[in-house]
């Protein structure tokens, strides 16, 4: 390390990050949208996207990934974790009169990408984060997997409430509700990638789901609910306005 003019040799070494990645996002979106009249409403939401880069991911998600090769960052260039290609969402209301109302939202979506962690430092840069080596594995003996090669399940979920007001006593009103949380109990399951995404470092073809690798854990085992969902649930309430 330079100080002024001088070598200062009491500093072993000084770390600094850059940003030399570059990615690409493309959207289409779609809107269809009633405002309130006739006693309903609607919202519809259609969403295509593609988002790609090579190296974005480790600051954006959960994942664990550094640059395979810091002095070629371009063949780590790839979708990302952020990267979800079909998107609906469909909100709605209807005043069935006599001061009942119904109103509910639905969400499908493509299911986030999936990684695939490897345990060896294949490269021999000495780079670990959590646990995890920065390399990918290697595909036939010659093609480099990418960073992303499986996604979790699709996701759905429909969440639905009814209403009934009642007037009460100078001009006020208690309205009671009650909300439906996932009506069809869609499963939603979901792949822990901290536990189930390790494999191994040489692989004759891409990794499956349920294949075994070095930590004797299934890949992409279905172990917990996706975030944002929830089994079916019901909640019932009561306001007064007043």
Not at 19 to 45: H, M
Not at 71 to 87: A, E, M, S, T, W
Not at 214 to 226: M, V
Request: proline share 6%; charged share 20%; aromatic share 12%.
């Amino acid at each position: 390390i330079l100080t002024g003019n001088q070598i200062d040799d009491s500093i072993a070494g000084a770390l600094a990050l850059g940003s030399y990645s570059e990615g690409k996002f493309q959207q289409f979106v779609l809107n269809l949208d009633r405002r309130f009249a006739n006693n309903f409403s609607f919202f519809i939401n259609y969403t295509w996207s593609k988002n790609e880069d090579n190296a974005a991911s480790e600051r954006d998600t959960d994942t664990f990934f550094g640059p395979q090769d810091p002095i070629n960052i371009g063949i780590d260039y790839g979708r990302n974790g952020l990267d979800i290609p079909h998107q609906l969402k469909v909100a709605g209301m209807v005043d069935l009169g006599s001061n009942w109302m119904i109103s509910g939202t639905l969400i499908a979506r493509s299911g986030v990408p999936y990684p695939a962690y490897i345990l060896e430092d294949t490269n021999g840069d000495g780079v670990f984060n959590s646990g995890f080596s920065n390399d990918r594995p290697v595909v036939g003996g010659s093609r480099l997997l990418g960073r992303y090669p499986a996604r979790q399940p699709d996701f759905f979920q429909t969440d639905l409430r009814v209403s009934k007001s009642f007037n009460v006593w100078n001009e006020k009103r208690l309205e009671l509700t009650a909300d439906f949380f996932n009506i069809f109990d869609t499963e939603n399951k979901y792949s822990n990638p901290n536990i189930s995404a390790v494999v191994d470092s040489e692989l004759d073809a891409a990794p499956q789901p349920g294949d075994i690798g070095p930590t004797g854990t299934a890949y992409r085992t279905l172990d917990q609910i996706s975030p944002g969902s929830t089994p079916f649930a019901v909640q019932l309430g009561a306001r007064l306005h007043f």
